[in-house]
């Protein structure tokens, strides 16, 4: 139980209180499955909602709440998160959106892979969607995510495939290491960019035998919040990382499939409209 007891334990929240949180609720349940007690482990709530809410209060975890009302995303969050970790001598840091369930022997597994392959400084569950399909891991081709059919349990390199951000596990000084998340990107890629750093000096990551289920914004139907959503988009993907000769192009490559796909799939130009405002026109 050391290894567990030496994680930070991460939830990032928007306009959900944490109780209500199914990463929070399955999270917690797997905790205690696996034997912690009261106030054995450290939870960092970081509050990205436009107004903050009360402290969570909890006989469980050791919480740590951070409101921030102006909606910073996810990159600050996380690097924030980490210097607290680093501060509280943990060493490592897993971290959740709100809206992953995780099974009940998530946090047995992890402490397996843990002591099974401790030279690992990155680990991540299987997360499939509504539809069933497996989200993450996936692999990249040319900057665009394609679904795998099929992952099994153990070390992947990552160069071929790669995680998203909830159930990820990393070493906290290996966090450091590579520079954290790029706070310029917000949400949308924010994941993709720190493993592009991650991978420039760490090969492998562990798939860990978890699989967990995730909400994915490629279901929702309602016009006002995919147009929100397409708009951080584009703010975010001009501040992606180049490390690569033709990044740029690939990049641009993206905007042009994830445009095309959303004014296909609402039958809409608005999409269109919106990128020629925003990008094309400057």
Known sequence: ????????????LYNEKLIESSSFQTIT???????????????????NSPTGQ????????NIEYVSDTQNSGLSIAYNKAAEF???KELQY???????????SDTIKKYHESLQRNPSIKMY?????????????????????????DVVKPGIYDLKKIAPINSGLCVNV??????????????????????????????????????IGHQAFSMFEKNPQKLISRYSIF??????FEEHEFGDRFFYSILIIKRTLRLTFDTKSIMFIKLLFRKILIR
């Open 93 to 103: 840091i897993f971290l959740m959106d709100q809206d992953t369930t995780f099974p």
């Open 124 to 148: 991540a569950p299987i997360l499939k969607i509504e539809n069933g399909k497996i989200m993450s891991p996936f692999r990249c081709y040319m900057k665009w995510g394609k679904f795998l």
């Open 173 to 210: 000084k290996s966090f450091f290491e590579v520079g954290g998340y790029n706070e310029k990107v917000r949400v949308d890629g924010a994941d993709y960019q720190f493993i592009e750093r991650f991978k420039r000096r760490y090969k492998d990551f562990e798939v860990v035998d978890v």
């Open 1 to 12: 139980m050391e290894n567990i007891s030496k994680i930070l334990f991460i939830i990032v």
């Open 29 to 47: 349940s797997s905790a205690k499955a696996f034997g912690f007690k009261d106030k054995e482990l450290h939870l960092y709530v970081y509050d």
């Open 54 to 61: 009360d402290k969570p209060d909890s006989s469980f975890w």
């Open 234 to 239: 584009l703010q975010d993907v001009k501040n």
């Open 85 to 87: 970790a680093e501060r």
